[in-house]
């Protein structure tokens, strides 16, 4: 009986902390620093420094930031990744899938602290020697992401790869000269992808007239909605199908698919928007899906120019 009751307090207790993630999110979306850390420290006590825990940690420094608590932000994210450094010293950073957003986390956090007190110089920096590090592991998008929203806008676009397609072929740049381009990266499995496309069917047809292309670049990922472990064809014929019944108001639109261009961009999120000027300069940046009113008003600016 006594065996009996031990069981069961110890199932208990592990499906308590199952969801810390979960529950620190929710405590800090409540804006409950105090909460995310009562329950921070109990986990803690029960079960040490884990995977689980070190991701749950990553988010103070996320929500600090957020709150533009810039000292607690870099205090959170420095110790995020001390505390990651001593798991790495055991285990590879894709060893399972907390560590890397922990660590990824982590040192988002410290670059966009360093840009927010005026020092992009070092955040760069700072995201330029973590690539060095990381570059062969599976946060290598997300740093890049960081770096470009410090650095890309400006600058002449990087030239897009085009292992296969689907869609029209995507010109070349001689023929998008002189006209403005929407880089729409998008995913087979991405929600907001799918939420994303009928506002820029409408907003292309509204500045055809002035010449705005609209390319989507996206890539493989080796699965579908229904194959764990997918084939490039297997996938291709689902991102095709997939193309067919979400973005029917884009199907013309060249879809280069190749993990280089991801890369390159640091499309990590999806979707990530990308906005061209006539001479082929980043004009905007911007991860993450936007409202028609804000997208047509990045546009307007880049077409009137």
């Not at 986990?43 to 040490?48: A, D, F, K, P, T």
């Not at 670049?217 to 997918?230: C, F, K, V």
């Not at 000027?277 to 990045?298: C, F, I, N, Q, S």
Request: glycine residues 6%.
């Amino acid at each position: 009986m006594r065996l009996r009751i031990l069981l069961v307090s110890f199932l208990l207790t592990v499906s308590a902390w199952a969801g810390i993630v979960e529950d620190v999110r929710l405590a800090l979306a409540q804006n409950d620093f105090s909460a995310a850390e009562s329950a921070l420290n109990s986990y803690l006590s029960q079960r040490g420094v884990d995977s689980e825990y070190l991701e749950a940690y990553s988010w103070l420094g996320r929500a600090a930031l957020e709150q533009r608590q810039f000292d607690q932000a870099a205090s959170y994210a420095k110790q995020t990744k001390s505390m990651v450094l001593e798991q790495l010293k055991r285990r590879s950073l894709d060893a399972d899938a907390h560590l890397p957003i922990a660590m990824g986390a982590a040192l988002e956090v410290q670059a966009q602290v360093l840009a927010a007190r005026g020092q992009r110089t070092q955040a760069a920096a700072l995201l330029q020697s973590a690539l060095r590090t990381y570059g062969n592991t599976s946060i290598r998008d997300r740093l890049q992401k960081n770096l470009n929203l410090l650095s890309l806008q400006g600058k002449t676009a990087p030239p897009l790869k085009s292992d296969e397609f689907l869609g029209a072929k995507l010109p070349t740049a001689a023929q998008l000269k002189g006209e403005p381009v929407l880089l729409f990266f998008w995913a087979h499995w991405c929600v907001d992808c799918k939420a994303e496309a009928p506002i820029i069917t409408q907003l292309r047809s509204e500045f055809a007239g002035k010449g705005l292309q609209v390319i989507g670049p996206t890539r493989l990922y080796g699965y579908t909605a229904q194959i764990e472990h997918a084939s490039a064809s297997d996938e291709l014929q689902y991102i095709d199908a997939v193309r067919h019944r979400f973005y029917s108001g884009l199907l013309d639109m060249p879809v280069p698919i190749s993990r280089y261009n991801f890369d390159t961009y640091g499309a990590s999120t999806t979707p990530t928007l990308v906005l061209l000027d006539r001479t082929g300069k980043v004009a905007m940046y911007h991860p993450g899906a936007l409202p028609y009113d804000e997208l047509k008003a990045d546009i307007e600016k880049v077409v009137a120019r």
